[in-house]
């Protein structure tokens, strides 16, 4: 019953090591979960109690489909575009999927920088798409000449995603121009910002207000509220358009009340204490984390979001869950020939990261790698 | 740069209406909207501290992407379902897409019966299917060997939607076991069952437990918590599955403490006070618009949901709108052949109706209609 293009999309991966976790924990290890994909923090308290207040004051109905001007008009004014080139989504996810079913013709090129999101592959299957990767072995960073070499005249997307998961790697602006230039206005670039608030060095840079392009972005990871599902879109009202079509039938409107207590929080700047408060932990964790890891593998230091992707061997993942309960995420969930890699997100606990870097040394150790 | 399948939805018609209300309001009139889709009812207060409780509690972060057990269990006792064939959703909205883009195949004849919800039309273009009308005239149900004589090798999805949004027709369920035989097994059935509780005589029959049905409901019309983006699926593992695939990179799960609140909520029997109260005002209200609509028009008794569908005359809704401040529905925005009808939704409150009723009166008066 199930049509081409989900038959192609595996949940297989995520089951696996579902089953490996659940396997784990029934031998009776006491597993530390370094495979989270969101901040342990919690939503701010303020943020908590204004979203009461609007939900008391009856923002419980639907709100416009392009969401609440007030929210427009913050995020418009920090990013210096017209409010009407921003749409309020359900999340990053929701607006990539938007995106996608917007963009993506059928059987056209869609490219992916690798290793990347796992999610890319399937937005680009859902769009019945055909799935270009573009390799940035060594550095992580994105090559321009790369780009322009995949591009083709059957190219109608490609989705950009700094600071990367699972690597941390970070474009500067005017690497992201290079980029922007690099693909000619021959394809919708979808730029997927969404740890753009959390680096430690450079400053990434943003396609907000380029042309032919489409910002996703989110208060998930920088204001702690993933389970809130509130996200946000910028692109120019040609392509704004085309994505509402899809939006008016899928998430439809962000919570109302959400929206409304984002707004207020955003305008008195609050949201800026709270993300340097977070950085500065994640900070400490990746210092840490990536000089533990160093001890054993080669390390791709990251510049932002909180993961490190790290090479060890293929079945390391495997091995050191089942031996010393540390989960962590596969290479090959981030693109093809990443089997040695894996991805530990440092989202947790400086105690749970301890724990868990002294288990992966008494396990190599052990091995005597 | 739209790819093919966005480029036939049009949300032309939508803007035509929004532009006509502008307009009769920059002329001075005080427009009474009767196009509206949800409940004018606030979401109870008891759920709403419910859900800051949660909040605080810590109820921020990601669900699992099938959605919090304890939410799924209570639904599954309700339907007397497994639990593990429930999902929850972001609204009904973003079910309905998942399982379009699960289930019908590109190129595949989807059927819709007519008059109905305007959406369906959209959710089978972004599934690149080929629209399929069972028109419903003139008693606006279904009748089973329509749906037989319509049904293909090449059919891959039905859309049923009772109660009825425009018209509030009502299935019982051998009416609904009739139809669902006429598929027989061939399709899926997507049961859109947002309207089920609220409804005035014969109880609506659901297709929840039965093979090859995708059961969509959601909280938003019963509970008035349309602004909170939670809805459900009920469907056999084997479906739940490939709607899962698209689910996980979509809505990823319902706001966190929505979940929860709405599971205590539940679990203590508060929902089924909340809907009568509801549903009496919404007898009330349906019965003396009904009354007064049948002084001048063809109208469509309603058994369910919270619209009336009646026949004027093509440039009715216009006419209305301008001269007297009543804003309606269109009925060709609820399939083809139908610009002689008009929907009005009486979620709003006794006064305006009233109001709105002397309006088309004195309208009708004046043109000797």
Partial sequence: MAAERVREISTSLIRRMFEIVERAKREGK?????????PDFSTPAELIDLAHEYMRKGYTHYTPNLGLEELREVIAERYGV????????????????????????????????????????TYARLGMGNIVEISTFSDFRLNPDDVAEKLSGNTSLMFLNFPTNPTGAVLGQKELDAVHQALDGRAVIVSDEVYDRIYYDKKPGTLAGYENAVVVNAFSKTLAMTGWRIGFVIADRDLLDEMLKVHQVNGVCAPAFAQKAVADFMADGKDREFVEGMVREFRKRRDFVVSRL??????VEPQGAFYVFAKAYSGFIEDVLLEKGVALTPGNAFGSGLEDYFRLSYATSMENLEKAMDRIDEFMEEKKY
Same sequence: chains 1, 2.
Wanted: net charge negative; proline share 2%; no cysteine.
């Fill in 30 to 38: 006491d597993v530390i979960n370094l495979s989270i994909g969101e």
């Fill in 82 to 121: 017209e409010k009407d080139e921003v749409m309020v989504t359900v999340g990053a996810s929701e607006a990539l999927l938007n995106a996608s079913l917007a963009f993506i013709e059928q059987g056209s090129d869609v490219l992916i920088h690798t290793p990347s999101f796992l999610s890319y592959f």
């Fill in 294 to 299: 160093k001890r054993h593998f080669d390390v």
